[in-house]
């Protein structure tokens, strides 16, 4: 009788574990939403705002010259960074940023490029 009841109490207290960490494992995926203006973003990537239009060009471009590099798409990086540079050149304050786009923009060699 003793160890039936021994027995007992080793499920439940196996169940009870088990339940919570269950519940903890929810309770950890739900913190990983973001909550933006009442909305649930769950895994969606969302493109940051500027307050200059020209910042956010720049930006864009930037996205696609990283894309074609990781992609190994010298051709593409380099039409990005001519397109890059026509940006940066209104953009106060972009000297070094305009100096890479330029460099990546005056080769059709990866290494160089990276």
Do not use: W
Request: with cysteine; aromatic share 6%; charged share 30%.
């Amino acid at each position: 009788m003793k160890n039936l009841k021994i027995s007992m109490a080793g499920m439940l207290f196996f169940i009870f574990c088990f339940a919570n960490a269950q519940d903890e494992e929810k309770k950890t995926h739900e913190k990983g939403k973001m909550e933006m203006d009442g909305k649930k973003m769950d895994g969606m990537k969302m493109a940051p705002e500027f307050k200059k239009e020209n910042l956010a060009r720049a930006f864009v471009q930037y996205e696609h010259i990283k894309n074609a590099l990781v992609d190994s798409n010298a051709g593409d990086a380099q039409k990005s960074a001519e397109m890059m540079n026509k940006v940066l050149a209104d953009v106060e304050g972009s000297d070094a940023a305009l100096t890479a786009s330029q460099k990546i923009a005056a080769t059709d060699d990866l290494k160089l490029q990276r």
